[in-house]
């Protein structure tokens, strides 16, 4: 009970802030274990070890809607985070987040963001986003999300363990900041 009294003051926090902007879409992600089948996601595929808070969770854009591959960017960060009142168009407060799960009192392995994922001034086309989790060497692929698209408004984007593929192969390319 008292996970769902957080998780929906946290929520009204979260509308307060970022409607003073032009968003097109708020989105939020969550994996966390109150879904069914949800557990926690591991430092390594079939792993018994739960990744701890603080390591980095990548958001990266579908831009061509053929599935997670290297040809893929993260978003690029609007010009004045977060609330990006100038845009450029199609741009986002942020694209990277850290796991979190003691923040909001569930177990390592979880996380629920903190921050409205939020597009501003013009949609992306297409707006089709998927989430990365690497090795600790910041380059292996460990977990990656399925794709989802996200629509104009506010939005919960609850993953579940079916949602996710452990051991992608390989690096991505890497990505030294937003303007590459």
Request: hydrophobic share 40%; proline share 8%.
């Amino acid at each position: 009970m008292l996970r769902w009294f957080a998780l929906v003051a946290a929520m009204l926090l979260l509308f307060a802030v970022p409607v003073m902007a032009q968003s097109l879409f708020q989105a939020q992600f969550t994996y966390i274990s109150d879904f069914e089948g949800n557990t926690p996601l591991t430092t390594a595929c079939s792993g018994s070890t739960p990744i701890p808070d603080g390591r980095v969770i990548k958001i990266f854009w579908d831009v061509d809607s053929d599935g997670p591959d290297t040809t893929d960017p993260q978003p690029t960060i609007c010009d004045v985070p977060p609330l990006c009142e100038g845009g450029p168009a199609a741009t986002v407060n942020f694209n990277e987040f850290a796991f979190n799960s003691a923040e909001w009192g569930y177990d390592a392995g979880y996380f629920l963001a903190s921050t409205y994922f939020t597009c501003y001034v013009a949609m992306p086309d297409p707006p089709r986003y998927y989430l990365r989790i690497y090795e600790t060497n910041g380059t292996t692929i460990l977990w990656t999300s399925t794709v989802k698209t996200l629509i104009s408004g506010i939005q919960e984007v609850n993953l579940l363990l079916s949602d996710w593929t452990c051991g992608s192969g390989g690096p991505q390319c890497l990505v030294r900041d937003e303007h590459e």
